[in-house]
């Protein structure tokens, strides 16, 4: 067929759907309280940034909407599959899934503290890792005062874990 013959609207490219944070095949969409809490939030706020698209352009306001519609089906998956761990059910003196940790590592002896929490909650600037990073799995299971080896690269370091608080 001739170009000359197809509609530009027919030629325009699909929008770019932004991915969530991988969760490993397989794996438990663990989530605490406050995370399925944001995940809801956040699908409100698509909701009703959806719901207040302008109508000035509708070729605009199609490609926005999908996108919106695209990020909503991911989330839905993510708030559908989300089992909530309850960090008061953990035991108490033992790393796990919504601890907060402080562990010291060497060489080095350096100090470092966050939270255990699910792939969508992960952030670094908040001191929250998911539970599927290195350094959580590695602490996973371990009382204040026992040690492991983290590979970081060719080095192994040894971690220390100093205090667990839920």
Do not use: C, W
Request: no cysteine.
């Amino acid at each position: 067929m001739s170009r000359g013959f197809v509609k530009e609207s027919d030629q325009e490219e699909l929008p770019i759907i932004p991915l969530r944070s991988p969760l490993p095949a397989g794996e438990t969409n663990y989530v605490t309280p406050a995370g399925l809490q944001a995940l809801e939030e956040e699908k409100r706020l698509l909701e009703a940034e959806k719901n207040d698209l302008p109508g000035d352009n509708e070729d605009e306001r199609r490609r926005a909407g999908t996108v919106i519609d695209g990020k909503l089906n991911l989330l839905n998956q993510r708030i559908v599959s989300a089992r909530v761990l309850r960090p008061d059910d953990q035991p108490q003196d033992e790393v796990r899934f919504g601890a907060h940790v402080k562990l010291r590592q060497q060489p080095g002896n350096r100090t470092q503290e966050f939270q255990i929490v699910g792939v969508d909650e992960a952030n670094v600037k908040q001191k929250k890792i998911s539970f599927t990073a290195p350094i959580a799995r590695a602490i996973t299971g371990l009382r204040v005062g026992e040690r492991a080896d983290f590979r970081l690269g060719a080095e192994t370091r040894k971690l220390e874990v100093l205090e667990v608080r839920y």
